[in-house]
T-cell receptor, first 108, second 121 residues
Framework: GIQVEQSPPDLILQEGANSTLRCNFSDSVNNLQWFHQNPWGQLINLFYIPSGTKQNGRLSATTVATERYSLLYISSSQTTDSGVYFCAVERRNNDMRFGAGTRLTVKP | GAVVSQHPSRVICKSGTSVKIECRSLDFQATTMFWYRQFPKQSLMLMATSNEGSKATYEQGVEKDKFLINHASLTLSTLTVTSAHPEDSSFYIC?????????????????FGPGTRLTVL
């Protein structure tokens, strides 16, 4: 099956810093989503981005489908950004596979 | 829009009992719902795909007689953990995909519920 690798596994930032999270995948996909899992376990949709670039406030994401990677940018990080960020991909419908996640801690 | 709810949010049960978890899409219809399992500090693992009006499709290694799935309507799927044991303790999360072609919807996005934390004593 498709492999999804996220890096770094852990990231500690000072409030206000910027960061880039990476997701590599082993095969072509028709769906890629970025999620933020908050401390209570809720998965929050950040981006649906099988290709191209999108921005939403302090967050933006870029997927280069031909090179099989996606990047999530967090600018001016805040303590509320802490949590686990997951990348998930689908090759065909109904087989979403998650990466291991990046655990982000933003310190005040 | 695109809200998915789960009930209960937390359940503690004795070993040998059965537990039912409900997953509802509140403001859209979902022909397909998904059930995931997440162990502490680990990623989500797909357990099964639930299709309205038909049998669920289980991932390799997931016991279909242990984890019963029923997708009775376009807004409700249930997961029943039968004869639960302590090793079934986990965080169970459902998701739903909206019906393709519905105006204003991104057709391939999965929307996730808040999860159910199951503890089997």
């Amino acid at each position: 099956g498709i492999q999804v690798e996220q890096s770094p596994p852990d990231l500690i930032l000072q409030e206000g810093a910027n960061s880039t999270l990476r997701c590599n995948f082993s095969d072509s996909v028709n769906n890629l989503q970025w999620f933020h899992q908050n401390p209570w376990g809720q998965l929050i949709n950040l981006f649906y981005i099988p290709s191209g670039t999108k921005q939403n406030g302090r967050l933006s994401a870029t997927t280069v489908a031909t090179e099989r990677y996606s990047l999530l940018y967090i600018s001016s990080s805040q303590t509320t950004d802490s949590g686990v960020y997951f990348c998930a991909v689908e090759r065909r419908n109904n087989d979403m596979r998650f990466g291991a996640g990046t655990r982000l801690t933003v310190k005040p | 829009g695109a809200v998915v709810s789960q009930h209960p949010s937390r359940v503690i049960c004795k070993s040998g009992t059965s537990v039912k978890i409900e997953c509802r899409s509140l403001d859209f219809q979902a022909t397909t719902m998904f059930w995931y399992r997440q162990f502490p500090k680990q990623s989500l693992m797909l357990m099964a795909t639930s299709n309205e009006g038909s049998k669920a499709t289980y991932e390799q290694g997931v016991e279909k007689d242990k984890f019963l799935i029923n997708h009775a309507s376009l807004t409700l799927s249930t997961l029943t953990v039968t004869s639960a044991h302590p090793e079934d303790s986990s965080f169970y999360i459902c998701s739903a995909r909206d019906i393709p072609g519905l105006a204003g919807r991104r057709t391939d996005t999965q929307y996730f519920g808040p999860g159910t934390r199951l503890t089997v004593l």
